[in-house]
């Protein structure tokens, strides 16, 4: 059974900073990546940033040069360092791991809540 727990999200002032994580339950090494998205009431969950297992990464144009993913794969950890929070950047993030051939896992998700 494949475990994904996220935290660190909470309320903070625009302009702050947060950094979320995310656990893998098992070895990390198994899933082609590890993916951040973010979702808001009634709207879909779009892709935040995302890192692969030789530790490339991808970004949504709205939070380059913002946010910042890593691993730590002793750990089994995938950290999303956010700075300079923006009001718009309040949403429930999820991070989600794909096997190339089990597919998507989905953890809960944490709420990351940045007032103006």
């Known amino acids: 059974q494949v475990q994904l727990v996220e935290s660190g999200g909470g309320l903070v002032q625009a302009g702050g900073t947060l950094r979320l994580s995310c656990v893998v339950s098992?070895?990390?090494?198994?899933?082609?990546?590890i993916t951040w998205y973010r979702q808001t009431p009634g709207k879909q969950r779009d892709l935040v940033a995302s890192i692969t297992t030789d530790s490339s990464t991808n970004y949504a144009d709205s939070v380059k040069g913002r946010f910042t993913i890593s691993r730590d794969n002793a750990r089994n950890t995938v950290y999303l360092q956010m700075n300079s929070l923006k009001p718009e950047d309040t949403a429930r993030y999820f991070c989600a791991a794909d096997h190339f051939a089990a597919g998507r896992y989905w953890g809960q998700g944490t709420q990351v809540t940045v007032s103006s």
């Open positions: 098992g070895n990390i090494f198994r899933f082609n990546a």
